[in-house]
């Protein structure tokens, strides 16, 4: 056996590269939404464990404009 099918109807291998294609689809939408849900959930951890730093009028640097 040389593990391919016999020759048929191109229709199910149609039909199945399809759904191939589709769950690689979802399947990429899902790694993406995960990240996005992971890159934010690391940025709202660093904001709580930094504190924002305020310029006050006397350590903010002014420039001239010109």
């Known amino acids: 056996m040389t593990g391919e099918e ?3 109807p191109p229709g199910p291998k ?7 294609a589709g ?3 979802i399947f990429t939408i ?3 939404k995960w990240r996005e849900l992971e890159r934010k959930s690391v940025q709202q951890q660093q904001g709580i464990h930094q504190q924002p730093k305020i310029l006050s009028s006397t350590n ?4 001239p404009i010109e």
Do not use: D, M, P, S
């Open 14 to 20: 149609v039909l199945r590269l399809l759904y191939f």
């Open 6 to 8: 016999a020759a048929g």
């Open 60 to 63: 903010a640097a002014t420039k």
């Open 23 to 25: 769950a690689a689809f």
């Open 30 to 32: 899902g790694i993406n």
